[in-house]
């Protein structure tokens, strides 16, 4: 088996023999411009919300954004883990149980999502207290999340299919999935915040048509212009649903990580929204709410640079060839190196111009986050590594190291951090519980695999 994926009409893949360089260059910078796209997406709502409607308003979309997360991770999770599982049956030329579990990663979490959508529209108010809303920004938040709710099931197919169809051979067709929709949601969100006037309730439904459309490009995708892997019609019988039900656990065991990825920020969310609102009221959860959407581009650049290296690692992981594995792994880990540090740069050094773009000037929430951005900055290097080493344990199938050093970074050091920081020193405490978790996930990494160490 070479490990060339077919490409009708345009150059083909060869994940078993092509030079590890330019085979993973080829796959990541496609993936990085949608990695960008998919950032400006969530940064055009904030620009948009924070001058056309105001601070209370990006507080109000940072408490409803743990649902985004949530749902993002979910995506991931069967994204990541039929990229793997189905990488893996390519490599041992295996292309039936391999379109099966796409058809099932594609269909099953989107049935899911649907009946979660309907639940949170019922208990919304409930759901939103739980997320740490205060009365003040209850009438926004529910505003936000009504409009919301329906895109959940879309970004589900979004990115399932970004996946998919990346390791289906078209990179670039996948990129298009974020570049498309974001370039879209800027404008929507233009048209509906001021144009239109329709305030948070514009921003959500922006998003909403956006993974409307991106997911229609999957279906389009999937139907006519597949490669190698395509849409199997899926039988009803109780044999069938074990099955179903058999491979939806293994895809869920080896993208579950990625999940916690999104969690772990959904954490960073739920957990700094509490201590914010606590501290310094509504301003501070504005404030806040900057670093978090800034963020995501930290995230969305290194989830590129493990993306990319993932489906070259598990083809070779699959076929017996580890000097290949060790190759990507090591490239992946220089290219992390490089983007962590110069996030950190960008975000100490622009700090001021960049929190100017969601916040006016002189205002209490603009001087709390001009205090408070370098700080939370100095955690982008520490990630970009976690993510790498995280990203070559799900790659390889060593779930469980990967499952945990994500519980490390998403809970297990996150919550006492912030709750203990504030208390050492107050109130960048706040800002540093996130660059604090990421260095001890990352002390824990280096002295309980002495190998990554060796550089083995």
Not at 8 to 34: A, E, M, N, Q, V
Not at 136 to 143: T, Y
Not at 184 to 197: C, E, G, H, K, R
Request: positive net charge.
């Amino acid at each position: 088996m070479t490990g060339r994926i077919k490409d009708k009409g345009r150059d083909s893949i060869d994940f078993g023999r092509s030079r590890i360089g330019p085979l993973f260059h080829r796959l990541f910078y496609p993936t990085l411009l949608s990695m960008v796209f998919a950032s400006l997406f969530t940064v055009a709502d904030g620009i948009f919300v924070g001058q056309g409607v105001g601070s209370d308003a990006l507080a109000a979309i940072n408490i409803v954004a743990p649902l985004f997360l949530m749902t993002t991770g979910m995506a991931l999770m069967f994204g990541a883990g039929v990229s793997v599982v189905a990488s893996i049956h390519l490599s041992r030329g295996n292309n039936k149980a391999a379109d099966i579990n796409v058809t099932q990663a594609l269909e099953v979490p989107a049935l899911l999502m649907l009946v979660f959508s309907v639940f949170i529209y019922v208990f919304q108010e409930p759901f939103l207290r739980l997320l740490g809303c205060s009365d003040a920004l209850m009438p926004l938040a529910r505003e936000y999340l009504l409009f919301i709710l329906p895109g959940c099931v879309f970004i589900i197919c979004q990115l399932v299919g970004t996946f998919v169809i990346r390791l289906d051979g078209s990179p670039k067709f996948a990129a298009l999935l974020e570049i498309v929709p974001g370039l879209l949601n800027i404008f929507l969100d233009w048209l509906f915040v001021f144009p239109l006037q329709m305030g948070i309730a514009g921003s959500a439904l922006a998003s909403t048509l956006c993974c409307a459309v991106a997911a229609a490009m999957v279906v389009w995708y999937m139907s006519l212009r597949t490669q190698t892997l395509r849409i199997r019609r899926l039988k009803f019988s109780l044999t069938s649903a074990y099955l179903t039900a058999r491979n939806i656990g293994y895809m869920a065991r080896s993208g579950f990580p990625s999940m916690l990825g999104e969690l772990a920020m959904s954490m960073i969310l739920l957990t700094g929204n509490y201590v914010f609102i606590r501290a310094l009221g509504e301003d501070g959860v504005a404030a806040f709410c900057v670093a978090c959407y800034l963020y995501p581009i930290v995230v969305m650049v290194n989830n590129a640079i493990a993306q990319s290296a993932q489906p070259i690692i598990s083809f070779n992981y699959g076929a017996g060839n580890v000097s290949r594995v060790r190759e990507a792994f090591r490239l992946s880990v220089r290219t992390s190196v490089v983007c962590g540090l110069i996030a950190t740069l960008v975000l100490m050094l622009g700090a001021k111009p960049l929190i100017g773009f969601f916040l006016h000037a002189g205002t209490r929430p603009y001087d709390i986050a001009t205090e408070g951005l370098p700080l939370f900055a100095i955690s982008s290097i520490f990630f970009a590594l976690n993510v790498a080493v995280i990203g070559y344990y799900q790659a390889v199938r060593q779930n469980i190291r990967a499952t945990l050093f994500m519980l490390l970074r998403g809970l297990v050091f996150l919550v006492p951090a912030f709750i203990l920081m504030p208390m050492v020193i107050a109130p960048q405490g706040m800002w540093l519980a996130v660059p604090v978790t990421e260095c001890l996930t990352l002390a824990v990494i280096l002295l309980t695999d002495r190998s990554l160490v060796k550089g083995k």
